[in-house]
């Protein structure tokens, strides 16, 4: 198992820097989440981890080894990509053993390797099936199986969920989870949903524009987040952004308040009109208007008895307030 640092990683394609001098470190046997928005620069960050990609300036340390110009194969990463490239005319037996096969691993260590992962992995009755034979879930455990009879050091997952449907995804995730906690194999997984990211990691790292905006554990980053952009980014629905008299009245350039901390109130700090209600079965959300035109949406009860066109007036912990100076940057005391 292997903790992998960044020092001063950078990447440029043409003009564009597609990471900007990155320190990091990838803790040892935990599950570290790169996420942020499209063209960020978090899937070159894999690559370049991966070797798929050269550094342009940097240091990439595997168990305290520079290997940022060791070759991929020789770094000892196994990669998931999100299509799941298994050959077709091969067995699931064929697809997991491969690598071993080309490697020439003995034939009986090939089968006790590929016994061992596929139990592992719910796989061992579809062994002598074809990938065509296979549902899009079976498949991608097909994928991570490959990657896992090779014992790598560590996993890179690049967005390997974004193929399945909703409920595939949330089991699957569970599933790469439950295994990685199992194995105490050391994992980075790319996505930009961050519901993925908040439900599966021990670190979260939150990219913007090829820089790091924030490291921490989910529930930090959900807590404190460092910035207007890291609030925005991570928590569905978003944040409330407020900027104004109700900022001012906090000391703050723009408060942000999450949904969950708006509680209708007979009368509150904030009032406002009622837009539209959203159901969901389990809570439903208020989208409200205030008088000078910004609108909140508040988490409420399933029960919630409001209708639009009402008026709606909510109160606020003020220990829930998250506020935000000039630079966006977030107040130390939140
Ligand atoms: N091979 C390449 N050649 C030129 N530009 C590239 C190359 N790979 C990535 N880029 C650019 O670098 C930036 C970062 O791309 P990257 O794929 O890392 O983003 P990302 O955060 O993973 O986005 P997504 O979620 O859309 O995959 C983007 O602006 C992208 O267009």
Redesign the pocket.
Known sequence: MSAIILEGVSKR??D?L??DNIDLVIPNGRFTVFV??????????L?LIAGL?DIDEGRLLIDDVDMARTAPAARGLAMVFQSYALYPHMTVRDNLGFALKVAHAPKTEIADRVGTVAKMLDLDRLLDRKPAALSGGQRQRVAIGRALVRQPRAFLFD?PLSNLDAALRGQMRFEIRRLQQELGITAVY?T?DQAEAMTMADQIVV?RN?RIEQVGTPLDIYRRPANLFVAGFIGSPRMNFLIGPPAAAHGAATIGIRPEHLKIADSGMLEGVVRTVEHLGNEALIHAELPDGPMLTARCSEDVSTHPGEAISFSVDPASIHRFDDDGRARATN
């Open positions: 394609f043409g564009h597609a990471t942020g928005p499209s063209g960020c620069g978090k899937t070159t960050l690559r990609e967005e790319v930009h990219f090829g």
